[in-house]
């Protein structure tokens, strides 16, 4: 379901820019995914063809960008967060390593569309 909800709102940002463009057909998309958002990219472009039939990003191809998560804490300590094991085990660990604190997360958050394809203008009107 939540995919579901990231998917459409992909696919309504891609027409809207493709339409500011004058683009009446995309050919690939870019999604930027932060890790720690827990989203299964294989599902979002599944959600993304299909929400996509009948629109401008109808057959479009879907890339990820993926960004670690990063986090930081009071202590000093700054770093990666190993967060598809916490994935697989449901219950995201945002403990410090080094003094057990609190994590504050600094990246991996990320979701969202970063770059749209379309066919070049000027090989469709010379
Ligand atoms: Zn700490």
């Known amino acids: ?15 809207a820019t493709a339409r500011d463009h004058d683009a009446d057909r995309i050919d690939a998309l870019t999604v930027r995914i932060g ?14 063809e299909t929400i996509a039939e009948g629109t401008p990003a109808e ?3 879907v890339r ?8 930081e804490c ?10 598809l094991a916490d994935t697989v085990a449901g219950a995201p ?14 990246a991996g958050t990320e979701c969202g569309l970063t770059r749209i394809e379309t066919p ?7």
């Open 74 to 83: 009071a202590c000093g300590w700054a770093g990666e967060l190993d967060t």
């Open 1 to 15: 379901m939540h995919e579901l909800t990231v998917a459409r709102r992909l696919v309504d940002r891609a027409v």
């Open 93 to 106: 660990d945002r403990r410090c390593p080094e003094c057990g604190g609190g994590v504050t997360l600094t």
């Open 59 to 61: 057959d479009a191809t």
């Open 64 to 71: 990820f960008e993926r960004v670690p998560a990063r986090g």
């Open 35 to 48: 890790a720690a958002t827990h989203v299964v990219p294989d599902q979002i472009a599944f959600c993304i």
């Open 120 to 126: 070049d203008p000027r090989d469709t009107h010379p």
